[in-house]
């Protein structure tokens, strides 16, 4: 099998093992030991929280470069719908696609109408699954992710509809071809301009099907300044549009319940948020509620790592596109729903098992609650580990030691004096003191 891929991964070199990062980190997956942190592949979820939180900019998202492209015949842009709003109102969205063409892609299919497409497959899935208990929208990979790995009862709630982005890949190509006869699939390139990581390892480790529609992921960071200076340049945009503003709201949190046919939507932004919401439907305290819309970014993905503008600058720039379109420029008509379901479904990623031998595992989780006792319970973080029950885990797994904790070495050190002081002679022992009572 091979490795999995993340797109997150940690500069040393920029690491000051500062452990701002693994007090943010929603499935614990950094710990911070002789002075660098390290992520641990198996929980990592690839948010990107600890990129937004390291001040030392050690997380690093790996995302594709524009040389890519020099890999295919015939390439196709897909633009987030975020894309649009790190720009001044004076760039129209058909300044950024004529400046996407104008950068060498030979196509571009806006993410806006693949978020249409689902939300019209959303509608017809709802009304023929109502069972009275919440759907959990599938767009966001962090999100999925996070189920996977800590919310494994919830999957069954996972709406079983392919992300915007690979639908868009997949209509895209297809439009592509029928419009150039004689250009074969695998001669086009298909390009997602991400405002976030979690998108980047879907593409490499699709979850919802087998390989991704996707052939590469291009940060908005890295196209930001490129589709600027091109656009400054620009006199006559191309009139090329797919969608109107019901897609293009899905760049900010609400975007995506709000253009559902039912009334009882939830809408969380932010991971930390999120894992709370998901605590109270794991004990059914959530009433009244027929789905959830859950961002891992704070703000949706206006507020993705990848993304330039500030968050609220761009929402506000979001608001102000509304006047600028209509609701939908062409309805959607949904006769491949079977085509956007997923193809595989998330299996539950146990990240907890402390040992693949039942008995050996339940004799560690009864050590691992013992070490715990003996901790402060404090989670202060000095330790490297997020908590006292994440360092008790560590030392059963073997990664770290009790000592780690500074207020267990801080006894320790305190009980060492003693003994040398009573051997010294400069105290008495326990049992002098007994006697002279």
């Known amino acids: ?162 992300s915007p982005m690979e639908i868009s890949a997949m209509h895209a190509r297809r439009e592509f071809c029928a419009k150039n006869p004689g250009v074969e699939p695998g001669e086009v390139g298909v390009f997602f301009i991400s405002p976030c990581a979690a998108k980047m390892t879907a593409v490499r480790n699709p979850l919802e099907l087998e390989h991704s529609n996707v052939d590469g ?43 559902l046919k039912t009334q009882n939507v939830l809408s969380v932004d932010g991971i930390q948020n999120v894992v709370r919401i998901f605590e109270q439907l794991e004990d059914d305290k959530l009433d009244d509620v027929d789905f959830i819309e859950a961002c891992a970014c704070t703000g949706g993905c206006l507020g993705g790592p990848l993304t330039v503008e500030n968050l609220y600058v761009a929402r506000n720039r979001q608001r102000r596109h509304k006047e600028l379109m209509p609701t939908v420029l062409e309805p959607v008509q949904v006769d491949e729903m079977q085509n956007c379901m997923f193809e595989i ?47 008790s885990e560590d030392i059963v797994r073997e990664k770290a030691s009790l000592t780690d904790c500074v207020f267990v070495l801080r006894q320790k050190v305190r009980d060492l004096a003693r003994e040398m002081m009573i051997l010294e002679g400069f105290m008495p022992s326990d049992g002098q003191n007994d006697k002279e009572n």
């Open 217 to 259: 992921v291009l940060s908005i960071k890295s196209v930001y300044f490129k589709l600027l200076k091109q656009m400054a340049k620009l006199k006559a945009p191309e009139d090329f549009l797919q969608a109107g503003y019901q897609g293009v709201r899905w760049a900010s949190v609400g975007g995506e319940a709000m253009a």
């Open 1 to 162: 099998m091979a490795e999995y891929y993340h797109s997150v991964v940690l500069d040393e070199a920029l690491c000051m093992g500062c452990t701002n990062c693994i007090k943010r980190c929603p499935t614990e997956a950094i710990r911070v030991h002789n002075g660098k942190a390290r992520i641990f592949n198996e929980k990592c979820i690839d948010c990107g929280e600890c990129v937004r939180t390291c001040p030392y900019h050690a997380k690093v998202a790996q995302t594709d470069s524009l040389d890519i492209l020099a890999n295919y015949k015939y390439t196709i842009a897909l633009p987030a719908p975020t894309l649009y709003m790190q720009y001044d109102l004076k760039f129209t969205r058909q300044h950024v696609v004529t400046a996407l063409k104008m950068l060498g892609f030979d196509y571009i299919y806006e993410v806006a109408r693949g978020a249409e497409i689902v939300t019209a497959v959303t509608d017809r899935y709802m009304e023929a699954h109502q069972d009275g208990l919440p759907m959990i929208s599938s767009a966001c990979p962090a999100i999925v992710r996070l189920l996977q790995a800590r919310f494994p009862s919830l999957l069954p709630r996972l709406l079983p509809v392919k």
């Open 345 to 391: 479904y998330p299996q539950h990623l146990d990240v907890t098992t402390l040992d693949a031998d039942r008995t050996e595992a339940i004799k560690k989780l009864r050590r691992m609650n013992e070490i715990c006792e003996e901790l402060p319970k404090l989670d202060c973080g000095a330790c490297g580990a997020p908590s006292c029950r994440a360092l």
